[in-house]
């Protein structure tokens, strides 16, 4: 799991994401205090095994897939 508190994505801020190595996709969950109310599947579509999450120091999240790919999830600019 990581937990993203940066500026790059602050509609974001606040969620937990959990890379999905059998789901094919990242997970995005929202949470009110210590309760989780809602989950959010992205990047589905794109069929990739993900092996883990991070949030880099620029803000932006980090998905290492499980063929060694880095994707860099960031704001459409």
């Not at 789901?23 to 599947?41: I, K, Q």
Request: aromatic share 10%; glycine share 10%; charged share 25%.
């Amino acid at each position: 799991l990581a937990y993203y508190d940066g500026d790059a994505l602050p509609a974001w801020r606040g969620s937990l994401f959990a890379a999905g190595l059998r789901s094919f996709s990242v997970s995005r969950v929202t949470l009110e205090g210590d309760r989780a109310t809602d989950e959010e599947r992205l990047l589905e579509s794109y069929r990739f095994r993900a092996r883990n999450l991070k949030q880099g120091p620029d803000g932006n999240l980090y998905l290492l897939t499980e063929n060694g790919g880095i994707i860099k999830i960031s704001p459409v600019k």
